[in-house]
């Protein structure tokens, strides 16, 4: 009869302290890689406004039905697409000698919020670096930080993979915007 007790206690032992040390706690944390390449630079975007075609960088090329291509739309923007070809600097200075370009489109997608979706490529032709950088995704511009996907790449990030955090700079009425973008590629070729 002992023996079944003594049986019985181990048996309920190792059955609640081996599955508790087999069970992960709540308080792990999951694993994240670090990045293999850093980048840190700005973006310079000036919206063509009817008036300032010399130094514009970018252009309404959609508008809604109640809208015009010289001026974004009421309502969040909503309906405007814009295409851009952005210089892109190491620091936040417009005037300082660009990296590179930042190319692609934002459609102001929403009208009760401030949000854009993006598709842009971050071409590089400097010293430093060649090739370009591909990204889509939402821009919650409201937000103070906001991700977009890395899809892949040319030249000196050949296929790669990561997130672009977008942050806002400065914002100067309808017409200026600067972003800073911290890209941090996960898989480098």
Known sequence: MESKSLASTLFLFFLLFGTSAASPTLKSKPHHPL???????????????????????????????????????????????????????????LHSTPVGRAQGFYLYDRKVAFTAFFGISFVFNSTQHKGSINCVGADPTAAK??????????????????????????????????????VKLYECW
């Open 35 to 93: 990045p293999c390449k850093r980048l840190v630079f700005y973006l310079h975007d000036i919206v063509y406004n009817g008036k300032n075609s010399k130094n514009a960088t970018s252009a309404i090329v959609g508008a809604p039905a109640w809208g015009n291509k010289t001026i974004l739309a009421k309502d969040n923007h909503f309906g405007d697409v814009v295409v851009f070809d952005d210089p892109i600097t190491s620091d936040n200075n």
């Open 145 to 182: 930080t906001r991700d977009i996907s890395v899809v892949g790449g040319t030249g000196d990030f050949f296929m790669a993979r990561g997130i672009a955090t977008l942050m806002g700079d400065d914002v100067e009425g309808d017409v200026y915007f600067r972003l800073k973008v911290d």
